[in-house]
């Protein structure tokens, strides 16, 4: 007797995006039909399985508790660790995370910092007018996407909250506007009704000159145009930021992370602040990873601060550019590296990425990644969403509770990582 | 007048090692190396001093050989690229660095001086209130700055770069003056509030990005955001004031084209109270 098994409401855990209506039917612990996911999301749900990592100690095979006690030996026994990750992770690993950098002195980030973390220190210095995509979907009638493509990057995205949800006063496409702001005419831009084409990294000169013009003061350039835009079409562009009733700017990475890195986000930020005069106007960062607005949204309720947290003096210090995992490891200052659901050998700049070969590094993650061909002890772990449960929170930082649907043999992310503190506290 | 030297032993606790091959030093928060506490103090009580790296506590002599005798005067050899906080919040004396330096150095200064041969890392004289810095080689980022969450940097003091500087110095600088000799990076005097910068050398972009008050002056032409005016181009007689307060007071050697010359004036930046000055040095 076969014995299939329907779930219905499961969250998705790939992006920021979170959504939270996919279909599964599971037969023998095996996903035998999806429904309602992106090309992305399907094979996420098709590979769970496949590829997962088992306990290592210095490339041999060990057990579960031992590397456990080895992870919580070298974390002790550092002067100075760093713990970095997290965005892949639930917010009851991030919250265990924290507790254990304070046990152990360590540095504590998250790769927000490699990410839209510009534009959290950017929130830092104006604030941001924000609101959930809900009220987005239901009301915006002019959506901006600047340096963002969600069509590839969250697919789900425009079918679900903006240009092609189907809102309660904004019921279809034609009645929204969609500007796309971008270095290259990606997919987003190609749905958009204008694309705007910005010289690379002059983000921060446009907005600047939408300020002025919003702000009622005279643009006076000595060319005729700023950023690769025509000043006559930034005047049209700013004329329809004014008219907008419920604006919406929509930010990637391609804001936070070129030209001048925060004060773009700063830039912006005040811009929609001064546009809040004339209409309503919110703005929202497209998070990449599932749970990387837990990771600042966990750590500003735990520590204050949204990453690049320091505990060597027991108390929590912020400083991104100081604390961050990209600068203390290009300069060589942490001796040891514990990664929490993060692949930094792929992602982070060769330098910084090449000193994690160096120094006793601990991964604890579901998978096989780059970064695991280089650890010195890895901990296997429960897979977020289909074997383990928890709190992820979406972009607009509404938390969603997840749900496992299939059986694992390893604990979650949260048990290991309080394992492990708990020997760091009891030793 | 009697000196106080301290020499970085070649073995210290702040070193990483692998296969007793140094691969990273952790960093050394210095900041108790101040002369107002060390001149009264006898040597081995020096030696006692406490100096922290990464989560643990250390003596001064386990890093230092101690020579000279107690002194407002410190002079310490050796690459102190990981030592941060050093002249943090000093009030009096002098400390002269023969060696790099890391980061925060001379931070919330109040008087005093600081000199380095060498290379200095990020928040030089950040939020410092007074005290002279000379930094012979080039410097990091946010010289002068107000750090994360503050609203003001620098207030009072001077601050003289012979080599170059990276990005955001005097980033939300309140008073004071900056004189960078060499090349400047990017956002240079970002949401400034007042005091004066110098840069000799060029300046990269987004010069006085949000600035409200305050004067830069630079003697390389620079690309202009879109939220600055042309005002005038003049002969700015202050400015040769200026240049001889800095040469009779501090001994910082001005270009000798700089003096009686023309500069362009900008104003800027409009998005916010648009009363800070650019002036450039116009070769003509």
């Known amino acids: ?427 | 007048m009697s000196k106080l030297e301290l020499t970085l032993k070649r073995e210290n606790p702040a070193l990483i090692k692998k296969a007793n091959k140094i691969i990273g030093k952790v960093p050394v928060e210095a900041q108790n190396i101040k002369p107002s506490l060390l001149k009264d103090l006898n040597i081995s009580e020096i030696g006692e001093i406490e100096l922290l790296s990464g989560k643990e506590s250390y003596l001064l002599k386990d890093f230092f050989e101690i020579e000279g005798s107690p002194s407002e005067e410190i002079i310490i050899n050796g690459d102190l690229s990981n030592f941060k906080y050093l002249g943090a919040a000093m009030e009096t004396g002098s400390i002269t660095v023969n060696g790099n330096l890391g980061m925060h150095a001379a931070s919330e200064m109040k008087a005093g001086y600081l000199e380095v041969n060498g290379n200095v890392g990020d928040w030089l004289g950040a939020e410092m209130t007074g005290g002279f810095i000379k930094i012979n080689g080039h410097a990091g980022n946010y010289v002068g700055a107000a750090f994360r969450g503050d609203t003001l940097g620098m207030n009072r003091g001077v601050i003289y770069i012979k080599g170059n500087a990276g990005n955001f110095v005097a980033n939300k600088m309140r008073r004071g003056e900056i004189i960078i000799e060499g090349d400047c990076g990017e956002l240079l005097a970002a949401q400034m509030i007042a005091g004066s910068v110098y840069v000799f050398g060029s300046c990269k972009n987004r010069v006085g990005a949000g600035m409200k008050r305050g004067t830069i002056i630079t003697l390389n032409e620079v690309e202009m955001l879109p939220t600055f005016n042309y005002n005038i181009s003049y002969f700015p007689d202050f400015l040769n004031i200026a240049y001889n307060h800095l040469k009779k007071d501090y001994g910082i050697e001005v270009p000798p084209q700089a003096y009686k010359r023309r500069y362009k004036r900008y104003t800027g930046d409009n998005t916010e109270l648009g009363k800070g000055e650019i002036l450039i040095w116009e070769n003509v």
């Open chain 1, 1 to 427: 007797m076969t014995n299939v098994k329907e779930h219905k409401n499961i969250t998705c855990t790939f992006c920021g995006a979170l959504c939270d209506n996919i279909e599964v039917e599971v037969e023998n612990n095996q996903i035998k039909k999806l429904r309602n996911v992106c090309a992305i999301s399907r094979k996420k749900y098709e590979h769970a399985l496949e590829d997962r990592t088992v306990p290592m100690i210095n490339g041999q095979k060990s057990d579960y508790q031992s590397v456990i006690t080895k992870a919580a030996e070298i974390l002790k026994n550092s002067k100075n660790p760093l713990i970095y990750g997290l965005s892949s992770t639930t917010a009851e690993g991030q919250k265990n995370a924290v507790k254990l950098a304070e046990l152990s002195g360590a540095n504590i980030d998250s790769t927000s910092s490699v990410c839209h973390g510009p534009g959290t220190m950017a929130k830092q210095l104006v604030g941001m007018v924000t609101a959930t995509l809900g009220e987005i979907k239901n009301r915006s009638d002019l959506m901006l996407f600047w340096g963002a493509n969600p069509v590839e990057a969250h697919p789900n995205h425009s079918k679900r909250y903006s240009i092609l949800a189907e809102g309660l006063f904004k019921k279809n496409r034609s009645e929204r506007e969609i500007i796309a702001f971008d270095v290259r005419k990606t997919p987003t831009a190609k749905m958009a009704d204008h694309y705007v084409e910005l010289e690379p990294g002059k983000d921060f000169e446009l907005l600047m000159a939408l300020r002025l013009l919003i702000n009622g003061k005279e643009l006076n350039s000595e060319k005729d145009e700023i950023a690769g835009v025509k000043i006559t079409e930034i005047k049209e562009i700013a004329e329809k930021l004014k008219n907008a009733k419920y604006g919406s700017i929509f930010y990637g990475m391609g804001l936070t992370m070129t030209g001048a890195k925060y004060m773009n986000t700063w830039a912006a930020m005040s811009l929609i602040r001064d546009l809040n005069s004339y209409g309503r106007f919110v703005m929202m960062p497209m998070r990449g990873h599932g749970n990387v607005a837990g990771s600042e949204i966990t750590m500003a309720w735990q520590t204050g601060y949204p990453f690049a947290v320091n505990f060597s003096r027991a108390y929590p210090r912020y400083n991104p550019g100081e604390y961050t995992a990209v600068d203390l490891l290009a300069n060589k200052e942490v001796d040891a590296a514990f990664i929490i659901a993060s692949d930094p050998a792929a992602n982070l700049p060769h330098q910084a990425a090449a000193f994690l070969k160096e120094i006793p590094t601990i991964v604890l993650d579901p998978h096989w990644n780059l970064t695991t061909d280089l650890a010195d002890v890895i901990i296997p772990s429960a897979i977020k969403g289909i074997t383990a449960t928890g709190t992820v929170y979406r972009m607009d930082h509404v938390p969603l509770h997840l749900r496992s649907f299939l059986e694992d043999q390893w604990p979650d992310d949260a048990e290991a990582v309080s394992r492990i503190g708990e020997l760091i506290e009891n030793a």
